[in-house]
């Protein structure tokens, strides 16, 4: 696969099985209960936008309680994708890097789990992107990877296997490109949250301790696996 765009069109958003493909390698469905109580605080973080633009939304756009969500992304397939499962709404194809709107012409914009599948030298233009046309606030989920040490050295032990796996399997998990940069990096733009602590192996490993973890884990954003970049035009 030599292309995000490509993987997206051909592959991440077909479905198997009733799921969509990137949904199934990407995502496990243990810890639902921690996921959703996750992905409502960042609802409520976000409000009742005006206007909320999603950006790279994929198949299943966020379900924010915006007046009026503009969902883009490149991949035809998910903009297809996303007009079924969210009929209402505005849907546009579009690339991150060069969004097709005016300065300041959204209340405010999200992007969940895509800057680090763009070109590691092309992830600030992006970021410089979704701060151009919003007024008001963006907020970014990222992946920190390799910069996530403790979590890296938490899930070690499923790492290996999975890695074990990879090499005797190489279709168990499928190549889209990523590049994480570091929470450092981040921070030039913007104040850092913890959208979650865990990625999906600590997820699995530390199933029982996730009710102790969603109480603990906004005082460690600069450990979190996946940061929330927070831009606040106005303050
Ligand atoms: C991992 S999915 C995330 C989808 C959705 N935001 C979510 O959280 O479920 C990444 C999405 O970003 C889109 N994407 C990647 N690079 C993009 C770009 N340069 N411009 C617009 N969309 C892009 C892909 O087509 C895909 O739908």
Same mark, same amino acid.
């Given at each position: 696969?030599?292309s995000?765009?490509?993987?997206y069109?051909?592959?991440?958003?077909?479905?198997?099985?009733g799921?969509?493909?990137?949904?199934?390698?990407?995502?496990?469905?243990?810890?639902?209960?921690?996921?959703k109580?996750?992905n409502e605080r960042?609802?409520?973080?976000?409000?009742e936008?005006?206007?909320?633009?999603d950006?790279?939304?994929?198949?299943?756009?966020?379900?924010?309680?915006?007046?009026?969500?503009?969902?883009?992304?490149?991949s035809?397939?998910?903009?297809?994708?996303?007009?079924?499962?969210?009929?209402?709404?505005l849907?546009?194809?579009?690339?991150?890097?060069?969004?097709?709107?005016?300065?300041?012409?959204?209340?405010?914009t999200?992007?969940?789990?895509?800057?680090?599948?763009?070109?590691k030298?092309?992830?600030?233009?992006?970021?410089?992107?979704?701060?151009?046309?919003?007024q008001? &606030?963006?907020?970014?989920? @990222?992946?920190?990877g390799?910069?996530? +040490? #403790?979590? /890296?050295?938490?899930?070690?032990? =499923?790492?290996?296997?999975?890695?074990?796996?990879?090499r005797?399997?190489t279709?168990?998990?499928?190549?889209?490109?990523?590049?994480a940069?570091?929470? &450092?990096?981040?921070?030039? @733009?913007?104040?850092?949250?913890?959208? +979650? #602590?865990? /990625?999906?192996?600590g997820?699995? =490993?530390y199933s029982?301790?996730l009710?102790?973890?969603a109480?603990?884990?906004?005082h460690?954003p600069?450990h979190?696996?996946?940061?929330?970049?927070?831009?606040?035009?106005k303050?």
């Amino acid at each position: 696969m030599n292309s995000v765009k490509e993987y997206y069109d051909k592959i991440g958003w077909k479905k198997q099985k009733g799921k969509y493909v990137d949904t199934l390698t990407f995502t496990s469905d243990k810890g639902a209960k921690y996921k959703k109580a996750v992905n409502e605080r960042l609802r409520e973080m976000i409000g009742e936008s005006d206007s909320l633009l999603d950006i790279a939304c994929g198949a299943v756009p966020f379900n924010s309680k915006a007046k009026k969500q503009i969902c883009i992304d490149f991949s035809i397939t998910a903009i297809k994708e996303a007009k079924q499962n969210r009929p209402y709404g505005l849907f546009v194809l579009g690339d991150i890097t060069n969004i097709p709107l005016k300065d300041n012409s959204v209340t405010d914009t999200i992007s969940l789990h895509t800057i680090y599948h763009i070109d590691k030298d092309k992830q600030s233009r992006a970021i410089e992107e979704i701060r151009r046309v919003s007024q008001r &606030k963006c907020y970014v989920i @990222y992946n920190a990877g390799k910069h996530a +040490t #403790l979590v /890296n050295i938490l899930t070690l032990p =499923l790492q290996l296997w999975n890695w074990s796996e990879k090499r005797i399997n190489t279709n168990s998990k499928r190549k889209v490109y990523f590049y994480a940069h570091d929470y &450092k990096w981040l921070e030039k @733009y913007g104040r850092l949250e913890t959208y +979650t #602590l865990l /990625n999906e192996n600590g997820i699995k =490993l530390y199933s029982v301790l996730l009710g102790l973890i969603a109480k603990i884990e906004k005082h460690f954003p600069r450990h979190a696996y996946h940061p929330l970049l927070i831009i606040d035009k106005k303050g």
